[in-house]
């Protein structure tokens, strides 16, 4: 497919022509408008189009090479070489289980990000309740925007126990996934337009929302040996500061809490707000996870600069779709209205199971016995890393979540492994797709998410992993 230039135009973020363009291509690619293995217009046509100098396309085009989002084949041109955001990243295999439903043989290779075990999810339990509260005809019309208050207190009550979280059911607004929690808190706090602080490298997702409500991003750069810097924050006007502190996505290590509490300082002095994405962190397995920074800031009185985000999508499925919010009682009003305006309530059905599966304690067991598992797959991939690479690769995020981070110095570049671990159906997840604003950096690296992938083939995939890169290494010795 040949893409159509369309309503492309240099977007505004960025200072450079380049840095426009950049933005406008990736924002296509990242929003799905332009298809992998679609074909990008020629430098020369795209340079009249946008009336730009040719040079500023080539050298755009290079980054988007270098960055992995399109890659060039020689005498033919340049062709999207991403595919969907990560949370699409499964296989594309689909043949038919023993119920004639299509199911997707691929997805268990792995290593896809943010998917957690699939197989394990007790779904006979789970549809039982859907057919059962789906039966309730009281329920079948519009109901609270904010969400049901006995889920609202049912989410309250697991997250003050679990992660300290002080709230009360009223500060609950329960969301279409953490994604949505998102944007509504990003809206909510610096609205249309505005600036907000954003971890670099970060959640892309995040980024999307932010380009797409055209925010300014001022980077809070996280370094991969000392963590946060917090500096930017200082001179800066964000309303909202976006973090990752029990987890830091995708580099994997916890927020010290002299940083946590320097934030909230920040945050208090600046009259702003800091949004904690607390997306997996019942998932720990080195020792007990830190509590909540919003349960820090509660103890010495600022919790009301606080947005706490959790996400269903890691501890059940991700195609329920349930996340929730906890919002200072400033915000309330103001997030329902954004709530409202972005789709309205949500299934009443799956909110009433989700009650009955939080209270009967069902959700809490699940955590527990996978907790165990994901335990297991962690050691099995950091033993095959070892295994198969030994000190060419070394893991740096903490034993935590659904993912390990990797970094490497040979010269074998982030997108080429991707691309070739991709012939062979493993994702592998370059590390400069999660950065605005891209530095030189003298390593490499990647994500590899374990929480999908069955225990069994990690070896198996991992030795694959290691045969594509060893192959490129030679390749690329004999080349120079
Ligand atoms: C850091 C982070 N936050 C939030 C989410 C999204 O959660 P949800 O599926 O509930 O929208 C993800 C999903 O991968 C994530 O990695």
Redesign the pocket.
């Known amino acids: 497919m040949i893409i159509d230039i369309g309503d492309l135009t240099l977007t505004k973020q960025g200072h450079t022509k380049q840095e426009k363009l950049f933005n406008a291509i990736r924002n296509k690619i990242v929003s799905g408008l332009w298809k992998s293995s679609a074909k990008l217009p020629s430098t020369r046509e795209l340079a009249t189009r946008l009336a730009i100098g040719r040079n500023t396309v080539v050298a755009t085009y290079e980054q988007l090479v270098a960055e992995g989002y399109i890659k060039s084949q020689v005498g033919s041109g340049f062709y999207v070489a991403v595919n969907l955001p990560?949370?699409f990243y499964v296989g594309e295999n689909i043949k038919p289980d023993q119920n004639g439903f299509p199911v997707n043989e691929t997805m268990k290779r792995g290593f896809a990000?943010?998917?957690p075990d699939l197989e394990e999810f007790p779904v006979k339990r789970w549809s039982k309740l859907v057919h059962q509260h789906g039966q309730r005809r009281s329920y079948l019309g519009y109901s609270n925007i904010q969400g049901l208050s006995s889920l609202r207190n049912a989410i309250a009550n697991y997250i003050s126990s679990s992660r300290s979280v002080y709230c009360s059911p009223d500060q609950v607004i329960i969301?279409?996934?953490?994604?949505?929690?998102?944007s509504t808190a990003l809206l909510a706090t610096a609205s249309y337009g505005g600036e907000v602080a954003f971890e670099d490298p970060?959640?892309t997702?995040?980024r999307s929302v932010i380009e797409l409500f055209n925010m300014k991003n001022t980077p809070v750069k996280i370094d991969k040996d000392s963590g946060w810097n917090l500096t930017s924050l200082t001179d800066s006007e964000a309303k909202a500061v976006y973090v990752?502190p029990s987890?830091q996505?995708?580099l994997g290590m916890t927020m010290p809490v002299t940083q946590r509490l320097e934030l909230v300082e920040w945050a208090s002095g600046k009259n702003s707000f800091i949004i904690e994405?607390d997306?997996?962190s019942e998932f720990q397995f080195a020792h007990q996870p830190y509590p909540s920074l919003q349960g820090l800031a509660h103890e010495y009185g600022y919790s009301d600069n606080v947005i706490y985000?959790?996400?269903?999508?890691?501890i059940m499925f991700?195609s329920?779709?349930?996340?929730y919010m906890v919002v200072p009682s400033s915000l309330i009003t103001k997030c329902c209205q954004i709530k409202q305006a972005m789709g309205g309530e949500l299934a009443t059905t799956y909110q009433l199971a989700l009650t009955q599966f939080l209270t009967e304690g069902h959700l809490q067991r699940h955590i527990r016995k996978m907790r165990r598992l994901y335990q297991e797959k962690h050691q099995m991939i950091i033993n095959s890393l070892n295994y198969h690479f030994g000190a060419d690769i070394k893991v740096i995020s903490q034993p935590a979540g659904l993912h390990v981070t990797i970094i490497w110095e040979k010269d074998i570049a982030e997108s080429t492994w991707s691309e070739h671990a991709k012939n062979h159906m493993i994702t592998l997840k370059p590390l400069s797709e999660y950065e605005s604003y891209p530095t030189q950096r003298s390593w490499k690296g990647a994500i590899l998410g374990f929480g999908n992938a069955e225990l069994e083939n990690i070896d198996e995939n991992i030795a694959d992993l290691a045969r594509l890169f060893y192959r490129l290494d030679a390749n690329s010795s004999a080349s120079s």
């Not at 969301?175 to 998102?182: M, N, P, S, V, W």
């Not at 985000?309 to 890691?314: N, P, R, Y």
């Open positions: 990560e949370q990000p943010g998917v969301t279409h996934g953490a994604q949505q929690a998102i970060g959640y997702s995040v990752t987890n996505y995708p994405d997306y997996d985000i959790g996400s269903l999508s890691k991700n329920i779709r349930l996340g």
